[in-house]
């Protein structure tokens, strides 16, 4: 019997060692499938994703659409004279602690909405969540619009910001099966949860209340806050193509270089005197600068954020990525106001010190923690992120195919040895 029992298991051994080494084969070869996909291939290959992907996206545009609407409205004198008070110029203005309060708000609401979103998908489904979140939507849109004073207005904003959080993350739900949020804070995942919420850095949400705090008139300043959102746009879609020829982290460096010596400037030129002439080039300046943004750090971190996770945490990640957003959104939202409002500091294009300081902290932050991700596999970036390899290092890094002998994977060699 003992002669049956250990032929048995050597038996068993020899099918397990087999398995292994078909399964390291299959892997091997899937790897480099993927990486000798083109983008064309991928598009045909891969249809039905795309189209959906780009579908359930939409609602992301409302979202910023919907976060953008109200701050804008700041400069108009109808806005400023139905929720606003009178100054001493006769002329009417929000209040910096009521802008501060309603754009807190729908970020209150998103950070909650996208905690929940977590709980909710798992008793609702993502089809279901998503068309439950788009009714509520709609119903309290309908308080925004029809809100008699200020502070039905706020309670609207703070509502919608529900199933605006909701929107954000439900998409790659299903990722989040066995995890909770405190496991994107352990080991080699908190790096990867910094790298992606760090990257996420805050959109400037002032810019038609910046352009007519710098002397310009309503109509113009609209008429530039339009533009600069135009000009984004090209620049996303130029950014498509951007993302398929360049790295990640080239793309990001390379925009930060750009446009923190221009924010620098904006600030600096309002030290000239009060012309025409300087007004229109600080906002010629932020045109410039938001043609940048659009191109470079405006879209890549939503790839970032994406490939940087662990495949396991990754729904949790961009969660608490998002989040690390909309906080970025809060902190500017309270000192904004505070800067541009006539009624407090008043600092016109002063007010971009900060934001130019910012800029060169994230520049600084950028090039010694933010990988190069593009070109890499969800399984060599576990590879990377497990032998902690530098940041600067991850494009040199050679990662052999996994050999056909059971083992978890090859040795990596740094390019310049």
Same mark, same amino acid.
């Given at each position: 019997?003992?002669?049956?029992?250990?032929?048995?298991?050597?038996?068993?051994?020899?099918?397990?060692?087999?398995?292994?080494?078909?399964?390291?084969?299959?892997?091997?070869?899937?790897?480099?499938?993927?990486?000798?996909?083109?983008?064309?291939?991928?598009?045909?290959?891969?249809?039905?994703?795309?189209?959906?992907?780009?579908?359930?996206?939409?609602?992301?545009?409302?979202?910023?659409?919907?976060?953008?609407?109200?701050?804008?409205?700041?400069?108009?004198?109808?806005?400023?004279?139905?929720?606003?008070?009178?100054?001493?110029?006769?002329? !009417?203005?929000?209040?910096?602690?009521? *802008?501060? &309060? =309603? @754009?807190?708000?729908?970020? /209150?609401?998103?950070? +909650? #909405?996208? %905690?929940?979103?977590?709980?909710?998908?798992?008793?609702?489904?993502?089809?279901?969540?998503?068309?439950?979140?788009?009714?509520?939507?709609?119903?309290?849109?309908?308080?925004?619009?029809?809100?008699?004073?200020?502070?039905?207005?706020?309670?609207?904003?703070?509502?919608?910001?529900?199933?605006?959080?909701?929107?954000?993350?439900?998409?790659?739900?299903?990722?989040?099966?066995?995890?909770?949020?405190?496991?994107?804070?352990?080991?080699?995942?908190?790096?990867?949860?910094?790298?992606?919420?760090?990257?996420?850095?805050?959109?400037?949400? !002032?810019?038609?209340?910046?352009?007519? *705090?710098? &002397? =310009? @008139?309503?109509?113009?300043? /609209?008429?530039?806050? +339009? #533009?600069? %959102?135009?000009?984004?746009?090209?620049?996303?879609?130029?950014?498509?193509?951007?993302?398929?020829?360049?790295?990640?982290?080239?793309?990001?460096?390379?925009?930060?270089?750009?446009?923190?010596?221009?924010?620098?400037?904006?600030?600096?030129?309002?030290?000239?005197?009060?012309?025409?002439?300087?007004?229109?080039?600080?906002?010629?300046?932020?045109?410039?600068?938001?043609?940048?943004?659009?191109?470079?750090?405006?879209?890549?971190?939503?790839?970032?954020?994406?490939?940087?996770?662990?495949?396991?945490?990754?729904?949790?990640?961009?969660?608490?990525?998002?989040?690390?957003?909309?906080?970025?959104?809060?902190?500017?939202?309270?000192?904004?106001?505070?800067? +541009?409002?006539?009624?407090?500091?008043?600092?016109?294009?002063?007010?971009?010190?900060?934001?130019?300081?910012?800029?060169?902290?994230?520049?600084?932050?950028?090039?010694?923690?933010?990988?190069?991700?593009?070109?890499?596999?969800?399984?060599?970036?576990?590879?990377?992120?497990?032998?902690?390899?530098?940041?600067?290092?991850?494009?040199?890094?050679?990662?052999?195919?996994?050999?056909?002998?059971?083992?978890?994977?090859?040795?990596?060699?740094?390019?310049?040895?």
């Amino acid at each position: 019997m003992p002669t049956a029992e250990k032929t048995a298991e050597i038996g068993c051994a020899e099918v397990a060692d087999v398995d292994a080494k078909r399964i390291s084969a299959d892997a091997a070869r899937a790897t480099q499938a993927e990486h000798e996909l083109t983008f064309t291939q991928a598009v045909k290959l891969y249809k039905k994703a795309i189209i959906w992907s780009m579908i359930v996206s939409l609602a992301c545009t409302m979202d910023s659409y919907d976060m953008q609407i109200v701050s804008a409205f700041y400069a108009y004198p109808s806005f400023q004279k139905k929720y606003g008070e009178l100054l001493d110029d006769g002329s !009417y203005s929000v209040p910096a602690s009521w *802008q501060l &309060g =309603l @754009s807190l708000a729908s970020n /209150f609401g998103m950070i +909650l #909405g996208v %905690f929940t979103n977590g709980w909710l998908i798992e008793h609702m489904g993502p089809r279901k969540l998503m068309l439950c979140s788009f009714t509520a939507l709609t119903g309290f849109i309908f308080i925004t619009f029809f809100a008699p004073n200020i502070q039905v207005l706020l309670v609207g904003e703070l509502l919608c910001g529900l199933p605006w959080g909701v929107f954000a993350a439900v998409a790659p739900s299903d990722l989040n099966v066995g995890t909770n949020y405190i496991d994107c804070f352990r080991g080699i995942n908190l790096r990867r949860t910094e790298i992606a919420s760090v990257s996420w850095g805050a959109i400037q949400n !002032y810019l038609t209340y910046f352009f007519k *705090q710098a &002397g =310009l @008139s309503t109509d113009d300043s /609209f008429k530039l806050s +339009l #533009g600069t %959102f135009s000009i984004a746009f090209l620049g996303t879609v130029f950014s498509w193509f951007f993302q398929g020829r360049f790295g990640r982290r080239s793309i990001f460096i390379s925009g930060l270089c750009a446009m923190t010596p221009i924010m620098w400037l904006i600030a600096l030129i309002d030290f000239a005197p009060a012309t025409s002439g300087r007004r229109w080039a600080q906002c010629c300046m932020m045109l410039i600068w938001f043609a940048f943004y659009g191109l470079t750090i405006g879209p890549v971190p939503y790839a970032i954020a994406t490939e940087v996770p662990a495949t396991r945490l990754r729904m949790k990640t961009i969660a608490v990525s998002r989040n690390s957003y909309y906080i970025f959104s809060i902190v500017n939202i309270i000192v904004a106001p505070y800067l +541009l409002n006539p009624s407090e500091a008043n600092l016109h294009g002063k007010a971009a010190f900060p934001a130019a300081g910012f800029s060169s902290l994230l520049l600084l932050w950028a090039w010694f923690r933010l990988p190069e991700t593009k070109g890499r596999t969800f399984e060599e970036l576990d590879v990377l992120f497990e032998r902690e390899t530098p940041a600067r290092k991850f494009s040199a890094t050679v990662l052999e195919a996994p050999r056909p002998t059971g083992s978890a994977g090859g040795q990596a060699l740094d390019g310049g040895k």
